[in-house]
């Protein structure tokens, strides 16, 4: 007992109590977590404590007064990057990550006020190392002190096993928090930093070896096979909007099957209704597929805006986000004059969106942070769609036109929660809350959608635009089948979880005639097709998915895990359904191949997003964006 008790411990003991307490001051004074309930304040106040001790204890393996030597460098190295954080943070309102420090422009920009933002209260981060020198310094028993080996390697176990119960519990509060890496500060809420500087690190070395053997031969394949599956324009679309404004708006896990729905007799969403029946012009793609993966709203911003496919695994917006993009928004900048703007009522890290944005070139973004964030204001995870929608106004009001704007709706996303004053249907009645409040929010959805109509028209934004819409991923998971059987009147089979991955697309181009369009598509083909509709051909470019509009269009919808639907076969896994009567059908020659491209095209697709491939490609007409020239901050209408 005496030995363990050794000064060494003590001093480590003590190193690790200074550490934690410096790390926890600096989630109080210095960043935003958001931390929400008992489960995520307890892991906040522990979360320091399983890096500390694995850490520092590895210096408990050295000798006498050597041990604490290295005690004192390794806390040396933890201040460093928790103060490099903090630095970045009070900059950028976000978390370090390797790629920034690749990113000269990035760092170069915060140079000049680095010392403007250093505070005088900054002295808490250094004065554990204060104490822990002048402590060396004075005892020089600490010279004599010894620990066994053995010891030394229980404390980095016991720092290894709080790290996994640490971890078992955020997962449980956060399921898939490391896999899909929704956000950089719910991995320091939950891990914190020191963890969150390993798992990027390790993100970041991984990025680095896929691209590491790359070469521009590898974008040959890629080439052959887009330009195998061009599908030229169709004249009576082909620069049927050119130089117009384009207003996407992205309707938050909205299935179709809510278009025309009846709960008890009322309509859910009557202005869809109306929208997805011609009204407005609209055009209504009824057999539109999501093809998201475990990226949801990130993958499908993916996918709209680079006809690229999200990974199998992760994220493609977190962990490619310092790729090279060959986008919409750059291409019609380049090509048409376009500015372009994202307005969401969530913060800008989430997704990792201030960064991807920029590789995508988006020129605003108007975040959480240039919107009306009071508590009224707010539902689940962030603003409300109607304040959302209304605000926007002025922003897009604000924008060089013509201009492509990216609008993210948030209200309608599980778990479907309502305040009551906003609800205005009632709620269904499956019993199964998650899909009895997906009405409802979905109904606050569509007034919020029919009043934003009412004011673009108001702001004379309405005439010249084109207007997509478009359901980003379902929203009621095959978890809730029970219910969904319930609401459908029919069993929900792997065949007809198919069919309920359609989510609507609706594209509204002035003086085009609307209606109900049946043509089978999904998310990678949206590119492609208003690139047509702007009179630029996307020939040229590495496009997954092809126009909607054009004779040749690939109607096979490719989803994420391989699976596929066309007007004739619905396929999942190795059994083969008719798509127009749910019935088993014996695969043939048609649905091999079929399923042959399809894993052929997926894989291509994550070719060039593993590899970063679209850094080869050279075209005379389009120059690769330069990240540094965008910055987004608290974003003003009147800018
Ligand atoms: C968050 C929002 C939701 O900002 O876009 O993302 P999701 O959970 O649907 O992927
Ligand atoms: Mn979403």
């Not at 040396?76 to 990057?81: I, P, Q, R, W």
């Not at 009204?279 to 999501?290: I, P, Q, W």
């Not at 635009?465 to 792997?494: F, Q």
Request: proline share 3%.
């Amino acid at each position: 007992m005496k030995k363990i008790f050794s000064h060494k411990l003590s001093f480590f003991l003590l190193a690790v109590i200074l550490v934690w307490a410096k790390t926890y001051a600096s989630y109080l004074m210095e960043f935003n977590l958001g931390v929400k309930g008992t489960t995520q304040q307890i892991l906040l106040f522990i979360n320091p404590f399983s890096f500390t001790i694995v850490f520092l204890g590895l210096a408990l393996f050295a000798k006498g007064r050597r041990a604490a030597i290295w005690i004192i460098v390794l806390d040396a190295v933890m201040t460093f990057v928790l103060y490099a954080n903090i630095l970045f943070y009070r900059f950028f309102d976000d978390f370090l990550t390797f790629a920034n420090l690749k990113q000269a422009g990035n760092l170069g920009n915060m140079s000049d006020g680095v010392f403007a933002i250093m505070s005088f209260h900054d002295i808490i981060y250094v004065i554990d190392l204060i104490i822990l020198i002048a402590l060396c310094v004075r005892m020089p028993e600490l010279k004599a002190s010894q620990l066994k080996k053995r010891w030394a390697a229980v404390v980095v176990l016991a720092g290894v096993l709080l790290f996994y119960i640490n971890l078992s519990v955020a997962e449980k509060d956060r399921p898939e928090l490391l896999t899909r890496t929704f956000d950089r500060n719910y991995i320091v809420k939950y891990l914190g930093p020191y963890n969150y500087t390993i798992y990027d690190g390790v993100q970041a070395a991984q990025n680095a070896t896929q691209k590491a053997y790359a070469s521009s031969d590898d974008l040959t394949s890629v080439i052959n096979y887009t330009n195998s599956h061009y599908a030229k324009p169709n004249d009576k679309y082909f620069g049927a909007a050119k130089g117009k404004n384009i207003i996407k708006i992205h309707l938050e896990s909205f299935q179709s099957f809510l278009i025309d729905y009846k709960l008890n007799g009322k309509e859910v969403t009557p202005f869809l209704n109306k929208l997805a029946h011609g009204e407005e012009d609209t055009m209504y793609f009824d057999n539109f597929f999501h093809q998201t993966g475990q990226g949801k709203t990130a993958d499908a911003e993916l996918m709209m805006d680079n006809s690229l496919f999200g990974l199998p695994e992760g994220t493609a917006f977190v962990t490619k986000g310092q790729n090279t993009y060959q986008s919409l928004p750059a291409i019609l900048n380049q090509k048409e004059g376009y500015t372009s703007a994202v307005l969401h009522g969530d913060y800008k890290s989430f997704w990792n969106r201030d960064q991807v944005y920029k590789q995508i070139g988006y020129d605003k973004f108007f975040d959480a942070s240039s919107y009306d964030m009071s508590e009224d204001n707010l539902v689940n995870l962030g603003l409300k769609d109607k304040p959302f929608f209304e605000e926007s106004i002025p922003m897009l009001k604000s924008l060089k036109q013509p201009f492509y704007a990216h609008l993210l709706t948030l209200t309608n996303h599980y778990p479907f929660i309502l305040d009551e004053k906003d609800a205005t249907l009632e709620k269904g009645t499956t019993g199964d809350d998650t899909v009895d409040g997906y009405f409802q929010t979905a109904r606050y959805l569509d007034e919020a959608l029919e009043q934003f109509f009412k004011d673009l028209k108001k702001a004379g934004l309405y005439d010249d635009s084109v207007i997509v819409i478009y359901g980003d991923h379902n929203g009621i998971s095959e978890n809730h089948n029970r219910a969904m059987k319930e609401v459908l009147g029919k069993e929900i089979t792997p065949y007809q979880n198919a069919m309920n991955q359609r989510v609507p697309l609706m594209i509204r181009v002035p003086g085009k005639k609307g209606g109900v369009n049946h043509t089978f598509g999904g998310e990678t083909d949206v590119m492609p097709t208003l690139l047509h509709l702007q009179g630029i051909d996307n020939k040229n470019y590495i496009n997954f998915g092809t126009d909607l509009f054009s004779k040749d269009h690939d109607q096979t919808v490719a989803f994420r895990n391989g699976n596929y639907v066309t007007p004739k076969y619905t396929v999942i896994d190795s059994t083969v359904y008719d798509t127009k009567t749910g019935k088993e059908l014996k695969p043939n020659k048609e649905t091999e191949n079929l399923k042959k491209q399809v894993s052929e095209q997926l894989n291509l697709s994550d070719q060039v997003l593993y590899k970063d491939l679209l850094r080869f490609h050279k075209l005379s007409d389009f120059r690769p964006v330069d990240p540094s020239k965008y910055h987004y901050g608290k974003e003003k209408a009147n800018e």
